[in-house]
């Protein structure tokens, strides 16, 4: 649709709603805001999970021309969590059940030209007729219009959306068939649908057109199959884009245009593994809640896209957006680098009445038409996850994802066995590793879950996770054997013969209720925490790079005597993909070390240090190092002390410049250190953050690490100009200078 506005600035917000409120367009005591927005700011953790369960009030105030208040006005809610109801200028428009579905209103009968006020009864309660509620979650939800919100000013006749489809004929062509969902107030037409193909630099690919009958109201139209040449394919390793731009034309009158992001791939899933583009690919990944400290889910673009970077960059080519959809942001960057999504429909093990599963099917039909286009996605999830078989259901949810998308796999996630397989892929959270306490079992064979006497595409969804929580600050040992069960776990998928592969649970720890987690409404089952700070078992991940791309040495230590039990180091693991390391202790070579035999499977093993050495726990301890080597050269090396103190404190500015014409974010990551630049995992100090100029702290300005590092985001305050902020961070009870870093906010960026 032609003419988007961003309408996320200048709004108001307070807890509770007024219906008289609504019609009198009242503002009295409401907060300015912008969006994204959280209906309460939380602390870290310890908070109550009912802190951002309420009813609360969004306003916006507008103003419209002649010309604009003549046209079709649509506004386009990405995300509102959990309920809301639309009044313009007093009126009911219409509601929205579901907090990850899009929502669109024609508002167009309710303006005038002139001034006009909007308001939103936000109810962040969970209602056991939306999913996922019904019964308790593991994850909070928290509560707000955390999503852009849109304004589009149209004509008579508009394309709200395209599914662009098609299906591969050779190595570089494909026959397209794009359809498009037409939305017509006015008589019906003749009219004219013009498409034209783009690489994403503007060099064509290909263009066509035909004539359309648009008849009055809703419709969909598909064009005439149409072959392309030339194609350079989406492949995880050359994530090709294009762009597809449509316009629809009645006479020589332009009544609508939109455009979208595309990629041209095969994807197939079978039961010898996942192919694309004919190519064997074993899917590698972690689930993603999409919750941030103090806020949820209420940020914006830069760090969504910033999540899907991590995970590429610590080896993952696979994500799942576990439970529910997640924002367009971090869709398109997906798309951007390579990565693969499972997406699924909002849910967690309940299934409600026939109400709830009306949302149900309206979060399929949702997700399938707002995502389509996105040449990452490879699965659709229809099932809530962990539920029971609900077999009436999940054939509705199957059939209505089949008849929307006919060139996906569907799958639904499960975590019992011999459950009714409905859909394509049978998707199982396999967490055999924990059933048996003593015996080492790592992923099951697919037909000990699926019962079937035949091999069908199976999927793991979930592993690890909640079977072994760590946090930053845990005993050495805990983070060490963190990292070992994640090993153990990744080798066996990439040689599993009868799978496409497993994806982890889960790529960030996150806020859930006081019914699980750690008590304090922490699930610590990250491979990184809430801050998006790597803990030791992502480095198993990361290490099976080809060196090429990126040598890495990180051992799962901090040489302490006494931090393991007996007071000594050994053994500890070293994660990388080197050939082989040496280590120096005590003062002399304890020899070459070799890839573990313990982790069959990966690329690139950890490597295991066990050794005998003669010395005392009490003889004095020494400076050491180890070496890692390439070729029979050596490429990296990680010293550490017989003495590290504290020595300062470092920082890490993700990003030096931010968008000025929205709320943009900047991340940055502190870490206690000691000489030599090593995190001190157990130093507890405080830090203090100080802003100057347009930008605002997330969070408290007072910070205490965990693991000896902390990361922290701060936001802009819109203002359309070009300026500079700065950031200061302080550690007050600490002899070190302020650091002061510089932020420049710019308006077209």
Same mark, same amino acid.
Not at 35 to 61: G, I, R
């Given at each position: 649709?032609?003419?988007?506005?961003?309408?996320?600035l200048?709004?108001?917000f307070c807890?509770?709603?007024?219906a008289?409120?609504?019609?009198?367009?009242?503002?009295?005591?409401?907060?300015?805001?912008?969006?994204?927005?959280?209906?309460k700011?939380?602390?870290?953790?310890?908070?109550?999970?009912?802190?951002?369960?309420?009813?609360?009030?969004y306003?916006?105030?507008?103003?419209?021309?002649?010309?604009?208040?003549?046209?079709?006005?649509?506004?386009?809610?990405?995300?509102?969590?959990?309920?809301?109801?639309?009044?313009?200028?007093?009126?009911?428009?219409g509601?929205?059940?579901?907090?990850?579905s899009?929502?669109?209103f024609?508002?167009?009968?309710?303006?005038?030209?002139?001034?006009?006020?909007?308001?939103?009864?936000?109810?962040?309660?969970?209602?056991?007729?939306i999913?996922?509620?019904?019964?308790?979650?593991d994850y909070?939800?928290?509560g707000?219009?955390?999503?852009?919100?849109?304004?589009?000013?149209?004509?008579?006749?508009?394309l709200?959306d395209v599914?662009?489809?098609?299906?591969?004929?050779?190595?570089h062509?494909?026959?397209?068939?794009?359809?498009?969902?037409?939305?017509?107030?006015?008589?019906?037409f003749?009219?004219?649908?013009?498409?034209q193909v783009?690489?994403?630099?503007?060099?064509?690919?290909?263009?066509?057109?035909?004539?359309?009958?648009?008849?009055?109201?809703?419709?969909?139209?598909?064009?005439?199959?149409?072959?392309?040449?030339?194609?350079r394919?989406?492949?995880?390793?050359?994530p090709?884009?294009?762009?597809?731009?449509?316009?629809?034309?009645?006479?020589?009158?332009?009544?609508?245009?939109i455009?979208?992001?595309?990629?041209?791939r095969?994807?197939?899933?079978?039961?010898?593994?996942?192919?694309?583009?004919?190519?064997?690919?074993?899917v590698?990944?972690m689930?993603?809640?999409?919750?941030?400290?103090?806020?949820g889910?209420?940020?914006?673009?830069?760090?969504?896209?910033?999540?899907?970077?991590?995970?590429?960059?610590?080896g993952?080519?696979?994500?799942?957006?576990?439970?529910?959809?997640?924002?367009?942001?971090?869709?398109?960057r997906?798309?951007?680098?390579g990565?693969?999504?499972?997406?699924e429909?909002?849910?967690?093990?309940?299934?409600?009445?026939?109400?709830?599963?009306?949302?149900v099917?309206?979060?399929?039909?949702?997700?399938?038409?707002?995502?389509?286009?996105h040449?990452?996605?490879?699965?659709?999830?229809?099932?809530? *996850? /962990? +539920? &029971?078989? #609900?077999?009436?259901?999940?054939?509705?949810?199957?059939? @209505?994802?089949?008849? !929307?998308?006919?060139?996906?796999?569907?799958?639904?996630?499960?975590?019992?066995?011999?459950?009714?397989?409905?859909?394509?892929?049978?998707?199982?959270?396999?967490?055999?590793?924990?059933?048996?306490?003593?015996?080492?079992?790592?992923?099951?064979?697919?037909?000990?879950?699926?019962?079937?006497?035949?091999?069908?595409?199976?999927?793991?969804?979930?592993?690890?996770?909640?079977?072994?929580?760590?946090?930053?600050?845990? *005993? /050495? +040992? &805990?983070? #060490?054997?963190?990292?070992r069960?994640?090993?153990?776990? @990744?080798?066996?998928? !990439?040689?599993?013969?009868?799978?496409?592969?497993?994806?982890?649970?889960?790529?960030?720890?996150?806020?859930?209720?006081?019914?699980?987690?750690?008590?304090?409404?922490?699930?610590?089952?990250?491979?990184?925490?809430m801050?998006?700070?790597?803990?030791?078992?992502a480095y198993?991940?990361?290490?099976?790079?080809?060196?090429?791309?990126?040598?890495?040495?990180?051992?799962?230590?901090?040489?302490?005597?006494?931090?393991?039990a007996?007071?000594?180091?050994?053994?500890?693991?070293?994660?990388?993909?080197c050939?082989?390391?040496?280590?120096?202790?005590y003062g002399?070579?304890?020899?070459?070390?070799?890839?573990?035999d313990?982790?069959?499977?990966?690329?690139?093993?950890?490597?295991?240090?066990?050794?005998?050495?003669?010395?005392?726990?009490?003889?004095?301890?020494?400076?050491?190092?180890?070496?890692?080597?390439?070729?029979?050269?050596p490429?990296?090396e990680?010293?550490?002390?017989?003495?590290?103190?504290?020595?300062?404190?470092?920082?890490?500015?993700?990003?030096q410049?931010?968008?000025?014409?929205?709320?943009?974010?900047?991340?940055?990551e502190?870490?206690?250190?000691?000489?030599?630049?090593h995190?001190?995992t157990?130093?507890?100090?405080?830090?203090?953050i100080e802003?100057?100029?347009?930008?605002?702290?997330?969070?408290?300005?007072?910070?205490?690490?965990?693991?000896?590092?902390i990361?922290?985001?701060?936001k802009?305050?819109?203002?359309g100009?070009?300026?500079?902020?700065?950031?200061?961070v302080?550690?007050p009870?600490?002899?070190?200078?302020?650091q002061?870093?510089q932020?420049?906010?710019?308006k077209d960026?």
């Amino acid at each position: 649709m032609k003419g988007k506005i961003q309408w996320n600035l200048n709004w108001h917000f307070c807890e509770g709603f007024s219906a008289d409120r609504a019609a009198a367009g009242d503002l009295a005591g409401m907060e300015a805001i912008h969006l994204p927005h959280q209906v309460k700011t939380l602390t870290y953790n310890c908070f109550s999970h009912n802190d951002t369960q309420m009813l609360s009030t969004y306003a916006k105030h507008f103003t419209l021309s002649q010309e604009d208040a003549g046209k079709r006005i649509v506004v386009e809610f990405d995300g509102v969590m959990t309920y809301f109801d639309l009044y313009v200028n007093g009126a009911l428009v219409g509601s929205h059940k579901g907090g990850y579905s899009r929502s669109r209103f024609e508002i167009s009968s309710f303006v005038h030209p002139g001034n006009n006020h909007l308001y939103l009864m936000v109810d962040s309660r969970e209602r056991d007729d939306i999913p996922p509620f019904g019964c308790v979650i593991d994850y909070l939800t928290f509560g707000g219009v955390y999503r852009d919100v849109n304004l589009y000013l149209l004509e008579t006749a508009f394309l709200s959306d395209v599914l662009f489809r098609y299906h591969m004929t050779g190595a570089h062509s494909a026959q397209v068939y794009p359809e498009f969902y037409v939305d017509n107030s006015g008589s019906a037409f003749t009219g004219t649908i013009c498409c034209q193909v783009v690489s994403r630099d503007g060099t064509p690919l290909t263009q066509f057109q035909q004539e359309v009958a648009i008849p009055e109201g809703r419709s969909s139209v598909q064009l005439d199959p149409n072959d392309v040449d030339n194609i350079r394919r989406w492949d995880p390793d050359d994530p090709n884009m294009y762009v597809v731009r449509v316009c629809l034309k009645q006479g020589d009158a332009t009544l609508d245009t939109i455009e979208d992001d595309i990629g041209f791939r095969s994807v197939e899933c079978r039961a010898d593994g996942l192919f694309v583009n004919g190519r064997r690919i074993v899917v590698v990944g972690m689930d993603r809640h999409q919750s941030y400290p103090y806020i949820g889910y209420s940020i914006g673009r830069r760090a969504q896209r910033a999540d899907a970077d991590l995970l590429k960059q610590y080896g993952m080519n696979t994500v799942r957006t576990s439970h529910y959809m997640q924002s367009q942001y971090f869709l398109d960057r997906c798309d951007e680098i390579g990565m693969l999504v499972f997406e699924e429909i909002p849910g967690w093990q309940h299934i409600g009445d026939e109400s709830f599963k009306q949302v149900v099917l309206q979060d399929v039909r949702s997700m399938i038409v707002t995502d389509f286009n996105h040449p990452g996605i490879f699965i659709w999830g229809v099932r809530i *996850n /962990e +539920s &029971l078989d #609900d077999d009436d259901l999940y054939l509705r949810t199957n059939e @209505l994802a089949h008849q !929307l998308d006919p060139s996906r796999s569907t799958g639904g996630v499960r975590c019992y066995k011999n459950s009714h397989l409905l859909e394509d892929v049978y998707t199982m959270n396999d967490f055999c590793h924990a059933e048996r306490p003593g015996l080492k079992h790592f992923l099951l064979n697919q037909q000990q879950v699926t019962g079937l006497p035949y091999k069908v595409p199976y999927l793991v969804s979930e592993y690890m996770g909640h079977t072994y929580p760590t946090k930053q600050f845990d *005993n /050495e +040992s &805990l983070r #060490d054997e963190h990292a070992r069960r994640h090993a153990e776990i @990744l080798g066996r998928n !990439l040689i599993k013969p009868d799978s496409m592969g497993a994806i982890g649970w889960c790529a960030f720890d996150y806020n859930t209720h006081g019914d699980y987690g750690a008590g304090d409404k922490i699930c610590y089952h990250g491979i990184f925490d809430m801050f998006r700070i790597p803990k030791y078992a992502a480095y198993v991940y990361r290490s099976q790079k080809d060196p090429s791309e990126e040598v890495i040495l990180q051992p799962a230590s901090g040489f302490s005597r006494g931090e393991k039990a007996l007071y000594g180091i050994m053994p500890f693991l070293v994660m990388t993909n080197c050939d082989y390391i040496e280590v120096f202790m005590y003062g002399k070579s304890l020899g070459l070390f070799f890839p573990s035999d313990k982790f069959f499977g990966l690329p690139h093993p950890p490597i295991e240090v066990d050794v005998d050495v003669e010395a005392q726990w009490n003889d004095v301890w020494q400076d050491g190092k180890i070496v890692g080597y390439l070729n029979q050269k050596p490429v990296a090396e990680y010293a550490f002390l017989r003495d590290p103190h504290l020595d300062g404190f470092t920082v890490v500015q993700d990003d030096q410049e931010i968008s000025s014409s929205e709320v943009d974010t900047a991340r940055f990551e502190v870490s206690f250190v000691d000489q030599i630049g090593h995190v001190c995992t157990f130093y507890n100090g405080v830090l203090q953050i100080e802003t100057q100029g347009d930008i605002e702290l997330i969070g408290p300005k007072f910070l205490a690490p965990a693991g000896g590092r902390i990361a922290f985001w701060v936001k802009s305050v819109p203002t359309g100009k070009d300026s500079t902020a700065t950031v200061t961070v302080k550690a007050p009870a600490l002899p070190y200078p302020d650091q002061v870093f510089q932020l420049h906010l710019k308006k077209d960026l």
